[in-house]
């Protein structure tokens, strides 16, 4: 999953369960201009980060590794 769409997930979960910005900043314990700027696609949260605000919007996060070097 590309960033963008990561990012677009997380926004459309929030939405679908009617919470608001500021109930995920406080709920996860992100601050709201960290999630405000990861929500604009300016932001660079770290898995530590993407991990609270999953747990909070019931959401599992999978992080798929891919070598994309030639093998040798």
Do not use: W, Y
Request: proline share 3%.
């Amino acid at each position: 999953m590309h960033f963008q769409e990561l990012i677009k997930s997380i926004k459309n979960r929030r939405d679908a369960l009617q919470v608001t910005q500021q109930t995920l900043a406080d709920l996860s314990g992100v601050g709201l201009r960290t999630l405000k700027q990861f929500e604009s696609g300016k932001g660079n949260p770290t898995l530590s980060t993407l991990q609270k605000l999953a747990d909070v919007l019931g959401m599992e996060l999978c992080l798929k590794l891919k070598n994309v070097s030639p093998n040798k």
